[in-house]
């Protein structure tokens, strides 16, 4: 990890085309990279900011310890940081234990999932900023080094039931937007 990689995470990422993202009732992309188990179990996916970011990790180490009390349903992380950072980043946070991590450094599952580039604002607006510290005194999760990936891909988190149909969830409103699985679980257990 050097400077030149801290930098290069700042730098504006090429756009790709975006789909619109799925709604509450509709069926979720058929995405090759991110393919949801047809087994009759329903799904909770969470598409990353970069590794490094601290809401990232909170988001991960939420869906993480949920995915433990839940072996009936299946977690899906996917990551845009290339395969070596995040095998990096999961280490120090101890492992994936049962999230199944899909790395997609070319970020194409998170457009056909609808999270194309974020805004200066989403990203830098004063409450995230502020979020930013609060997790780190009130958590101890601050950021770490960004060996790959950008600050700019949003991100989200979508739950599907056992026929594909999004029944919670959606793109991050901010880049501290972290979600809270347990509505995810209970929008899927209950239909």
């Not at 329903?42 to 990790?57: N, W, Y």
């Not at 790959?148 to 891909?153: A, C, F, I, L, M």
């Not at 969830?169 to 809270?180: E, I, K, L, M, Y």
Request: glycine fraction near 8%; charged fraction near 20%; hydrophobic fraction near 35%.
């Amino acid at each position: 990890m050097s400077w030149q990689t801290e930098l290069k995470s700042w730098m504006f990422p090429s756009p790709l085309p975006t789909t619109v993202p799925p709604i509450i009732g509709q069926k979720v992309p058929q995405d090759e990279k991110v393919p949801i188990p047809s087994d009759g179990k329903p799904t909770i996916v969470s598409f990353l900011r970069h590794c490094g970011c601290p809401f990232a990790e909170k988001t991960f180490l939420s869906l993480r310890s949920i995915s433990t009390a839940h072996p009936d349903t299946h977690f899906i992380a996917v990551s845009h940081s290339n395969r070596a950072s995040t095998d990096s980043w999961l280490e120090a946070l101890g492992g994936p234990d049962r999230v199944q991590v899909i790395v997609d450094p070319d970020r194409e599952s998170y457009a056909a999932w609808g999270l194309g580039v974020s805004s200066f604002w989403h990203i830098l607006n004063p409450w995230s900023m502020y979020s930013v510290y609060t997790l780190g005194k009130q958590e101890g999760i601050w950021n770490r080094p960004t060996e790959s990936g950008t600050r700019w891909q949003s991100s989200g988190s979508f739950a599907v039931d056992r026929d594909g149909v999004m029944r919670w969830g959606g793109p991050s409103r901010s880049a501290d937007d972290v979600p809270d699985f347990g509505e995810a679980m209970e929008a899927i257990q209950s239909k």
